[in-house]
């Protein structure tokens, strides 16, 4: 993913040698790039083009310390209406930690209401 996000060259195996390819900054998976001149060769035959297609692989796990860098990223990045990202600050984020977009609903078990009749209980100040 670093290759992909910050650009630079990586080496391709083909079927005759391997070659240094460049990779721009910001390059999506299934982007096609082709490398002029460095396709199969056929006898006497001008060599055509290499047409690579990019497959971007994201790690299954991450360490702490790259999940607090991708964290950190993600905060400079703008909120988008609907996605949240674990362990990120958003707008909707409430500083109690209240969720406030799905409102639980309140079950209150220790105050109850007592009932009281006229004129049977003296309020005392």
């Known amino acids: 993913p670093a290759l992909?996000?910050?650009?630079?060259t990586?080496?391709?195996k083909t079927l005759a040698r391997n070659i240094k390819v460049k990779v721009e900054?910001?390059?999506a998976s299934h982007r096609v790039v082709v490398v002029a001149g460095e396709g199969v060769r056929t006898g006497d035959t001008i060599p055509g083009d290499l047409v690579i297609r990019t497959a971007i692989r994201v790690p299954a796990k991450l360490s702490w310390r790259q999940a607090?860098?991708?964290r950190k990223f993600?905060?400079?990045e703008p909120q988008e209406v609907g996605i949240v990202v674990e362990?990120?600050?958003s707008s909707t984020d409430?500083?109690?930690?209240v969720n406030v977009v799905d409102a639980d609903k309140i079950v209150n078990t220790v105050v109850r209401e007592v009932v009281i009749?006229?004129?049977e209980k003296n309020i005392t100040a």
């Open 4 to 8: 992909a996000l910050l650009g630079g």
């Open 68 to 70: 607090r860098i991708v």
């Open 117 to 119: 009749k006229k004129m």
């Open 10 to 12: 990586t080496v391709v």
């Open 94 to 97: 409430h500083k109690l930690e």
């Open 74 to 76: 993600a905060t400079l």
């Open 25 to 27: 900054e910001g390059t």
């Open 87 to 89: 362990g990120v600050p």
